[in-house]
């Protein structure tokens, strides 16, 4: 049975679709290589350190917590970002009706915008009142 006009077709997708997946094998090969290097140049970074003799323990856990406030403020500018006016004035709407506990989880999550006034309004209404019994 010939193959038909249709099954050329098909086999030319098949091919093109190989030849890009070998395309990202390679760009893929390439940036492992080039991570490679980064990795081992940063193993020369603390080497050094350490013959200088600093705590690598410390100097990688500040490396850690750099990169956490790096992506954590990269996402919090990402959903700034993503919130139109009229969604953030939703979300504002919405932090203000959980009240307290709601403007607790946002300001641990870093997106609560605090002013003066209100945060002084605010603790003034969450200070402890004894009460007599």
Known sequence: MAPTNADAMSIDFVQRVERENREIEEIQARAMLACKQRRAAIREIYLEAKDNERDVRALKAAVKVRESERKLLATKEKAE????????????????????LGEAAARAQGYYEDDDSRSNDRRASNERVETPY
């Open 81 to 100: 970002t993503a919130l139109e006016n009229d969604s953030y004035e939703r979300y504002r709407s919405l932090i203000a009706q959980l009240g307290p």
